[in-house]
């Protein structure tokens, strides 16, 4: 456990520190929908606020807000419960602990802005902060071939949600554990009982 704890521990270090960085620089520099080309019209920074989840959806009202900083706050709790577990076992493999750490970072990356944001930056209080978004990955619009079906006919932009570093962490991380579920967890890496490890270590009569 001593050798793997470095791995959660330096990876979403590394995450929550590009992810503030990078939130804080576009929030100090960049006035509200101030965008600029980084490789061509195709992936720009574009400086957005959003009160809700991942890639600007969001959880109506006041109470939505609340309801969903107090959920991400339970939700790194029950993170961090796995991981520990996680750790004291032998057989977990790496993939899973770097996928886990990427989930915990990017919850804990949009936290920091929905608690402190607010009162840090002046506009709101404590938990009510809004979460800075800037990828924007502008790679295509038209409108659709009309054979299609349901959206035939209808103009279309791809990539239209625009995100940050927390929310690519935790896609990231639950694709992997999706991807490699099986790699990661496989059936015949189930823990040994503590009587079934007595019985094979005793001498054969």
Known sequence: MKNRIWIPISLTLAVLLIDQMSKIWVKTNMM???????????FQIYFIENNGMAFGMELGGEWGKLLLTLFRLVAVGGIL??????????????????????ILAGALGNIIDSVFYGPLFGYERWFYGRVVDMLYFYIWQGFLPSWLPIWGGDYFIFFRPVFNVADTAI???????????????????????????EDSSSPTE
């Open 32 to 42: 509200l929908g101030e965008h600029f080309n980084v490789l061509g019209q195709w």
């Open 81 to 102: 419960y796995i991981l520990r577990g996680m750790l004291r076992s032998e057989s977990t493999r790496v993939g899973a602990l770097v996928a886990l750490s990427l």
């Open 171 to 197: 896609t990231t991380g639950v694709a992997m554990l999706l991807v490699f579920q099986r790699r990661y967890f496989p059936a015949d890496a189930a823990p040994v009982s503590t009587a079934a490890n």
